[in-house]
């Protein structure tokens, strides 16, 4: 799907966007504060993955789909790292995840003025070898909830399998 030729839209988008991932900030910041604590954070992780999935439908629609598969591998990261009891495996996550705010705040900032190849100009390398470093940790972590709508290639779910097609469609 191509991006939708409507700037009133767009701008909507952007601007839900932007208090979607205020609050997966706020997640992210109580997060640390239970990691800190020696808890888990699952149910923080989760209510990650259920926002992040918002901002993946919205993106879907208008047809921002590098936005839209970046928030695909925040879901799946929240999701799997939820089923996870390792506490410095969670504060890496926790970590991640920050940095996966931040570069979806670029990539909408830059839809914003008119780019719609998003990732352009973002350094992304070093997120990218963070990624693939999670990815591996995740490997035998399955779960149903983690499974997308979303059917990318040869109409296939995601798997954890299809993560590094994904990542590798976004040049990461």
Do not use: H
């Not at 799907?1 to 609050?23: N, Q, R, S, T, V």
């Not at 923080?44 to 921002?64: C, H, N, P, W, Y």
């Not at 059917?151 to 994904?166: A, G, P, R, T, V």
């Amino acid at each position: 799907m191509e991006l939708i030729d409507d700037p009133e839209i767009i701008e909507d988008f952007c601007k839900e966007a932007a208090g979607l991932f205020d609050e997966l900030e706020e997640i992210l910041e109580d997060l640390e504060e239970e990691l800190e604590e020696d808890e888990s954070g699952a149910k923080e992780l989760e209510k990650f993955g259920q926002i992040i999935d918002r901002v993946m439908g919205s993106a879907q629609t208008i047809g921002a789909e590098e936005i839209s598969r970046f928030c695909e591998l925040g879901k799946v990261i929240g999701y799997k790292s939820s089923q996870t009891t390792d506490l410095p495996l969670l504060n890496v996550v926790v970590a991640i995840l920050f940095d996966a705010v931040d570069l979806l705040r670029g990539m909408v900032t830059s839809l914003q003025s008119g780019n719609s190849k998003t990732l352009n100009g973002l350094s992304t390398k070093a997120f990218a070898t963070r990624l693939k470093w999670l990815s591996n940790k995740f490997q035998n972590i399955d779960r149903a909830s983690v499974e997308s709508d979303v059917k990318y290639e040869n109409n296939k779910k995601m798997s954890q399998s299809s993560i590094d097609d994904l990542m590798a469609s976004l040049g990461l």
